[in-house]
Each structure stands twice: as C-alpha cells, then as structure tokens.
C-alpha cells in the first residue's frame, strides 16, 4: 500500500486504507449536516467506532483491488452516494474501475525512433535566392 496520503483533517501522512475510510466519514458527517468532523475524527467518541469499522473494511477491500480503483470508485458519479464502505454495490463499481486500470496498464508504449538532423544542413533554394542564402553563402567561404 502507498504511503503518500494524507488525512484529510490533520493533514498527517496515513496509508490507503485510513485515507478511503476517512473520505467515507466525512461524506456522512457532511450527509447528517454536522460539518467537517473535530481535528482528528478517529479521536472523537462519536466517529470513532465507525472510522474503526470503515478501516477495517477497507483493509479487505485493498486485498482484492488496487487503491486507485478503490478511490475512483468513491469519487465517480454512482460512488458520490456511497456513506459506507460495506454497501453490496460498491464491490461491482470497484471491479468496474480495477478493469479499467487493467486495461490502462496493459497497453503497451511503442517507441518511435528519431533520426538525428544535428548534423543535416538546410537545402539550397530553388529559384531565386534570397538575400539570406545570399549571407549564407558568404559565411561558408
């Protein structure tokens, strides 16, 4: 799991699985119209149980999916109503995703190959010469 999140109220480092249940609380917190929770809501008699809770399923969820797939699940157009991470639908919007970033890494970059034109001069013009191929012509003798 990667380490680069952070929470949300403390703005602490945390891990993928305190980060996805975090975004969960605070979508409810913001649902029942309490506002964002206290400075850090895993501390809190009120959200402590239920931060606990989403943790842990997260942690299950990590075990099958990628984080990535996780959280663009959470956050898509069908995953903005999601208030727990236990709900029956949301393992199909996560496969959905995993399928998705699957199908991302399994393309495969082709290398295209340049021609080095350092060492190439301009071609002469045809017709009348410019005066700058006129200053041209003067530099190389």
Request: hydrophobic share 30%; aromatic share 10%; charged share 35%.
């Amino acid at each position: 799991m990667n380490k680069g999140y952070k929470h949300k109220t403390t703005g602490q480092s945390c891990n993928a699985a305190q980060y996805i249940a975090e975004i969960v609380c605070l979508r409810e917190a913001e649902k029942q119209n309490v506002g964002k929770p206290a400075y850090a809501l895993w501390n809190t008699d009120k959200w402590k149980k239920k931060f606990q809770s989403q943790v842990t399923r997260a942690y299950q969820l990590l075990k099958k999916y990628h984080e990535k797939a996780i959280i663009n699940a959470l956050n898509s157009y069908k995953g903005k109503t999601i208030y727990s991470l236990r709900v029956k639908f949301l393992e199909a919007l996560i496969k959905k995703e995993q399928e998705q970033l699957d199908k991302i890494e399994q393309r495969s970059v082709k290398e295209i190959e340049y021609k080095d034109n350092s060492q190439l001069f301009p071609k002469e013009p045809y017709g009348k010469k410019s005066k700058i191929s006129e200053l041209r012509k003067l530099d190389n003798e």
